[in-house]
């Protein structure tokens, strides 16, 4: 989330420079499958317009520039009902069609073609276009947020501690990663809450998850739960059978009741203000760019402010 904001700003003309405790494959968001889906973030309305804007431009960059990553590909989410009705976000997807019995057990199913990013691909990219546009990425460790200047506030689960927020809870979540062995197609079932089921193939592994555990701090995987997810979806994807494991990670989705996107400015009085950007939930990489408009928004109205302290009237 950081990231794409930076390289907004930047490429907007903003000096701008990251600092970050953790490196971008060292995030969350490195763990994240990362297919472009509206999964445990609110509000309905925002999120919806801020998938439906990060659709789109992830959509171009699959086009425009392929070393992004970014990839379309076509998939199902499996439903049980046989009378789906469109999801929520129906509006930020350009086209999803709704078919009937698509494996043995499911009434029915959403088929969409939707971006999916190789994080590890797909942050490098960000990182190169942030130091193109001029901006920096540091290594740094923060006991606060800053109070002067204009700071952008990502810091995903941290902004517990760093926004005093105790709303956020990280959401647990366990992945497999298994080699490439020709697959194309996504799949999900999101029927149990708990254990969201996906598929989704990259163009070097398939990424197989997973877990929701709601309020888990726990980072270690958990070989049981690796041979469960996996028996799950060979259950559903034969080909998965026998493929040869490469990677188990584990990620905790900073979930929040709604994502907070607002500017704030300085208590001191000094120019400028925090605009905070966090509680994605397990749609960090679905909302970015939606997000990362407002937040360039966000920034150059703080800037539009007079700053407080040079206001003679509340001097
Ligand atoms: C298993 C799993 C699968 C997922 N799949 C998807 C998916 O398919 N699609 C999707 O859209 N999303 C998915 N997600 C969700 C997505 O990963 C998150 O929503 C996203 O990573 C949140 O991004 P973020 O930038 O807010 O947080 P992070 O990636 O956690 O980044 C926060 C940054 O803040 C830094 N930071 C924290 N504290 C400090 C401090 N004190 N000082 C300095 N820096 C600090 C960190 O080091 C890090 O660099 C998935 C998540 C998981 C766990």
């Not at 801020?50 to 992830?58: K, M, N, S």
């Not at 194309?184 to 996906?198: G, K, Q, T």
């Not at 000094?270 to 408009?293: F, I, K, R």
Request: charged share 20%; with cysteine.
């Amino acid at each position: 989330m950081g990231l794409t904001c930076a390289v907004r700003l930047a490429e907007a003309g903003h000096d701008t420079h990251v600092l970050a405790r953790d490196l971008p494959l060292e995030t969350t968001s490195a763990v994240a499958a990362a297919m472009w889906y509206p999964y445990l973030a609110q509000p309905r309305e925002a999120v919806t317009r801020w998938a439906g804007r990060t659709f789109e431009v992830l959509e171009g960059l699959s086009r425009t520039h392929p070393q992004s990553g970014v990839r379309m590909r076509a998939g199902t989410e499996l439903l049980s009902t046989d009378r789906p009705v469109d999801p929520w976000w129906r509006d930020a997807v350009p086209s999803l069609e709704t078919v009937a019995r698509p494996r043995d057990g499911y009434g029915s199913g959403w088929r969409m073609t939707v971006p999916v990013a190789d994080m590890a691909t797909y942050l490098s990219f960000l990182v190169d276009r942030l130091t193109a546009a001029g901006g920096t990425l540091t290594r740094a460790w923060l006991a606060d947020l800053p109070d002067t200047g204009y700071v952008v506030n990502a810091t995903g689960l941290a902004s517990r501690a760093l926004a005093d927020d105790e709303s956020l809870t990280p959401v647990r979540g366990q992945v497999v990663r298994v080699v490439q062995i020709g697959l194309d197609e996504w799949l999900l079932d999101d029927s149990d809450p708990a254990r969201p089921l996906y598929v989704v193939p990259r163009e070097r592994d398939v990424v197989v998850g997973g877990t929701a555990e709601r309020g888990s701090w726990d980072r270690t995987p958990d070989p049981a739960t690796t041979r469960q997810v996996l028996a799950r979806a060979t259950a559903l994807v034969p080909e998965l059978a026998g493929a040869q494991v490469v990677g188990h990670r584990v990620g905790l989705r900073p979930a929040r009741p709604t994502v907070r996107l607002e500017a704030v400015p300085h208590q001191s009085g000094s120019e400028g203000g925090v605009v905070h950007c966090y509680g994605h939930g397990g749609a960090g990489v679905t909302l970015s760019w939606g997000c990362a408009d407002d937040v360039l928004h966000a920034v150059e109205h703080l800037a539009e402010v007079t700053p407080v302290a040079q206001k003679p009237a509340l001097r």
